[in-house]
């Protein structure tokens, strides 16, 4: 049985299907990753979840990045990679795809960072297995490039996988076989493998962001205070107004009524207009 990678890392993960993918399942990790060549940073959340009994054990990756202006809404998320893994007379290590969705994700180590995990969790659970060859295919060679094929070569030499290329190829690192290799060789890294990702305390900033929003109602509650107010002084000077309308209405009219008679017979009262 083998196991192929297209001749690049990214593409659409179709398999292996999962029953349930509710994020509910997962645990998470939060990550800060910066981008220096847009000079910004990205939150990346990255879950994963182990199931299955000895011998058959699995684990699927998925990695989410957060939008922070929304955080909390779950559909202010975009999901960035996706990987599983399972055991079963051999280690299988990759869904058939190494990938990053997002162009402008790459090359920031999130595939590396993923990948990790998944080494970590063959290393752990199954030391001793072997792991199933991974044919690379230079089917996409035309597609994607010959720099493209130069880094999935080095992105699995630095987890300690090696290949067996194909002669006669348009390019010497197009298509092979990963040799043969047992869990406990393969490689795993620490996070100072990767100098542009921090992992965030996700219990500290869950907390920061609760603080924060108890600050942001508290700041609702008095806009809402202040604006009932105007509106209650707004409401008390409008009841002046017409109080004093009411009280002025009288005195108005008996001076109408008056000036009416003055202008109707001027002479009555002794003016000669």
């Known amino acids: 049985m083998k196991e192929s990678t297209e001749g690049k890392l990214c593409g659409p ?34 879950g994963t979840q182990e199931s299955g009994d000895t011998g058959r054990e699995c684990i699927d990756l998925v990695a989410f990045r957060v939008e922070t202006d929304r955080f909390g809404d779950s559909r202010a998320r975009e999901e960035v990679c996706s990987m599983s893994a399972h055991r079963s007379f051999g280690l299988t290590l990759t869904n058939g795809f190494v990938i990053v969705e997002q162009e402008s994700l790459r ?11 998944i080494v970590k969790w063959a290393r752990r659970v199954a030391p001793d297995d072997h792991v199933m060859p991974i044919q690379l295919l230079g089917s996409h060679v035309g597609a994607y490039g010959r720099r ?3 880094r999935r070569h080095r992105f699995y030499q630095r987890f300690g996988l ?79 107004v017409v109080r004093v309308a009411r009280l002025l209405r009288l005195p108005v009219v008996v001076a109408a009524l008056a000036v009416g008679a003055i202008l109707a017979r001027p002479g009555h009262f002794g003016l000669h207009l």
């Open 148 to 150: 493209n094929l130069e």
């Open 13 to 46: 993960a179709v398999w292996p299907a999962r029953k349930d993918r509710s994020s509910d399942n997962f645990a998470w990790r939060l990550f800060r990753v910066r981008d220096e060549k847009r000079d910004r940073y990205h939150m990346l959340a990255v």
């Open 107 to 117: 090359g920031l180590n999130i595939g590396s960072l993923c990948f990790n995990e």
């Open 162 to 240: 090696t290949f067996e290329f194909e002669s006669g190829d348009v390019h010497p690192l197009a298509s092979g076989e990963s040799k043969d290799i047992v869990g406990r060789d393969l490689v795993s890294h620490s996070m100072a493998k990767f100098p542009n990702i921090v992992e965030v305390d996700l219990l500290a900033t869950l907390q920061s962001l609760a603080m924060a929003r108890e600050e942001l109602e508290d700041d609702v509650r008095g806009l809402k205070d202040g604006i009932a107010n105007l509106l209650d002084e707004r409401r008390r000077r409008s009841d002046v």
